[in-house]
């Protein structure tokens, strides 16, 4: 059989590896850095998310950039089988709320290692602090790489980059499959931060610095259109909004977002219809009305919040509540299921999750993963451009189209 490199020791790099090896191939991984799965040890805060145990046809609803292209890959190796191969490298798993996959020592570290065992079950030959210089690429196929340091040629029947996006770059994700892509011939489309926290304008949100809100809905809005909707968890920052539900909504906005700025409505009391929360209301100023409005608001909104909600409500701090006007309650009502904030821009690279944009799909074959342009060069992963929202999808698909890659070859 033949000879296979794959750049990079990511998700996606030891998947290809251990498909490539299960396929007979001989197979040497280069990885850049001192160990491998550098940024798989600070996904899920260190837990690894490796997963989402929803139905397979599921996963695509959670890619937000070409999911279409994937059938062919998560089809071929699904998020059950991605959890059987953990499983049976002896990695035992459990599914939490989401149905979100986490190893159950909560280790992400106990991921890699039993991949690590896997690769080195199957013969592959792993090549640590070795960064690669370029491809070697003749006649319309590539021939092997050549090593940055020793600037060895290493010949090779297939290649596969798996060398990762352009987010949390400290892990070694700096590009260079895009450069690599781009010297093959290959278009690399505009790339963004994902999985990302937004910047927003208010100055009153900076208040709220720290402050986590749960069981909130968030709505992000382009003029009239709905960008996006989730029900879940958030948090205030120093120069923004993040959290799980606030990430997600980024993937969808990041493109728009560069245009023109947008709004988020956040619904601070989502299982309540506003008659019901105008009767909540009511019966709290019932109980605290000879109480100062101010006074009046702690069973329905986080203490850090009050301030903000009375500056917003337009209402006397000092006012009693049994004086709250109909028209000024409505308003409260309005700010509680609305709390609106103005978004102007995304947090960089440094802290997006993961990369939006990359080599180009049109240019993939995605039955194979196999460049179109080059054969014998192949790409998996976060290269690509495919994202999805968080919850395992986005790893589900670097485990998906690294085993493909690596099934793939000649």
Same mark, same amino acid.
């Given at each position: 059989?033949?000879?296979?490199?794959?750049?990079?020791?990511?998700?996606?790099?030891? =998947?290809?590896?251990?498909?490539?090896?299960?396929?007979?191939?001989?197979?040497?991984?280069?990885?850049?850095?001192?160990?491998?799965?550098?940024?798989?040890?600070? $996904?899920?805060?260190?837990?690894?998310?490796? $997963?989402?145990?929803?139905?397979?046809?599921?996963?695509?609803?959670?890619?937000?950039?070409?999911?279409?292209?994937?059938?062919? =890959?998560?089809?071929?190796?699904?998020?059950?089988?991605?959890?059987?191969?953990?499983?049976?490298?002896?990695?035992?798993?459990? $599914?939490?709320?989401?149905?979100?996959?986490?190893?159950?020592?909560?280790?992400?570290?106990?991921?890699?290692?039993?991949?690590?065992?896997?690769?080195?079950?199957?013969?592959?030959?792993?090549?640590?602090?070795?960064?690669?210089?370029? /491809?070697?690429?003749?006649?319309?196929?590539?021939?092997?790489?050549?090593?940055?340091?020793?600037?060895?040629?290493?010949? =090779?029947?297939?290649?596969?980059?798996?060398?990762?996006?352009?987010?949390?770059?400290?892990?070694? +994700?700096?590009?260079?499959?895009?450069?690599?892509?781009?010297?093959?011939?290959?278009?690399?489309?505009?790339?963004?931060?994902?999985?990302?926290?937004?910047?927003?304008?208010?100055?009153?949100?900076?208040?709220?610095?720290?402050?986590?809100?749960?069981?909130?809905?968030?709505?992000?809005?382009?003029?009239?259109?709905?960008?996006?909707?989730?029900?879940?968890?958030? /948090?205030?920052?120093?120069?923004?909004? +993040?959290?799980?539900?606030?990430?997600?909504?980024?993937?969808?906005?990041?493109? $728009?977002?560069?245009?023109?700025?947008?709004?988020?409505?956040?619904?601070?009391?989502? =299982?309540?219809?506003?008659?019901?929360?105008?009767?909540?209301?009511?019966?709290?100023?019932?109980?605290?009305?000879?109480?100062?409005?101010?006074?009046?608001?702690?069973?329905?909104?986080?203490?850090?919040?009050?301030?903000?909600?009375?500056?917003?409500?337009?209402?006397?701090?000092?006012?009693?509540?049994?004086?709250?006007?109909?028209?000024?309650?409505?308003?409260?009502?309005?700010?509680?299921?609305?709390?609106?904030?103005?978004?102007?821009?995304?947090?960089?690279?440094?802290?997006?999750?993961?990369?939006?944009?990359?080599?180009?799909?049109?240019?993939?074959?995605? +039955?194979?993963?196999?460049?179109?342009?080059?054969?014998?060069?192949?790409?998996?992963?976060?290269?690509?451009?495919?994202?999805?929202?968080?919850?395992?999808?986005?790893?589900?698909?670097?485990?998906?189209?690294?085993?493909?890659?690596?099934?793939?070859?000649?």
């Amino acid at each position: 059989m033949g000879k296979v490199v794959v750049i990079g020791g990511g998700a996606a790099g030891m =998947a290809a590896a251990i498909g490539a090896a299960q396929s007979g191939h001989s197979v040497t991984l280069y990885e850049k850095n001192e160990k491998l799965g550098k940024k798989i040890y600070i $996904t899920g805060k260190g837990r690894c998310n490796v $997963t989402n145990a929803c139905d397979t046809e599921e996963l695509f609803g959670n890619v937000v950039t070409n999911g279409k292209f994937l059938y062919s =890959a998560i089809y071929g190796f699904t998020n059950f089988d991605m959890m059987d191969l953990m499983e049976e490298s002896g990695c035992h798993l459990k $599914t939490e709320r989401g149905n979100r996959v986490f190893p159950v020592s909560d280790k992400a570290s106990d991921v890699i290692f039993a991949l690590e065992r896997k690769m080195k079950s199957l013969g592959v030959e792993i090549r640590l602090n070795e960064p690669v210089k370029e /491809l070697i690429v003749e006649d319309g196929a590539c021939r092997g790489v050549v090593l940055e340091k020793s600037k060895r040629k290493v010949a =090779a029947d297939s290649v596969i980059i798996a060398t990762g996006g352009f987010s949390y770059q400290t892990t070694g +994700s700096t590009g260079d499959g895009y450069e690599f892509a781009k010297a093959a011939g290959h278009t690399v489309t505009e790339l963004s931060p994902a999985l990302v926290p937004f910047i927003c304008a208010e100055e009153d949100v900076r208040a709220l610095q720290g402050l986590s809100l749960r069981n909130i809905a968030v709505t992000v809005y382009n003029g009239k259109k709905v960008l996006w909707k989730e029900f879940g968890e958030m /948090l205030f920052t120093h120069f923004g909004v +993040s959290g799980p539900v606030v990430l997600s909504a980024s993937s969808y906005a990041a493109k $728009t977002l560069k245009k023109n700025p947008l709004v988020m409505d956040i619904d601070l009391k989502p =299982a309540l219809s506003r008659e019901q929360l105008d009767a909540r209301i009511l019966r709290d100023f019932d109980e605290a009305k000879n109480k100062q409005f101010k006074n009046a608001l702690n069973q329905l909104y986080p203490a850090k919040m009050i301030p903000v909600i009375i500056a917003r409500s337009g209402i006397n701090p000092e006012k009693q509540v049994n004086e709250v006007t109909a028209v000024e309650r409505e308003r409260l009502l309005s700010i509680t299921k609305a709390f609106r904030v103005t978004l102007t821009g995304l947090r960089g690279f440094s802290e997006a999750i993961v990369t939006q944009g990359g080599v180009s799909v049109k240019e993939v074959n995605p +039955s194979t993963m196999e460049s179109k342009k080059v054969s014998g060069m192949y790409f998996a992963g976060e290269v690509l451009d495919l994202d999805a929202v968080t919850g395992g999808f986005n790893l589900q698909i670097a485990w998906s189209t690294g085993m493909l890659a690596g099934r793939s070859c000649q």
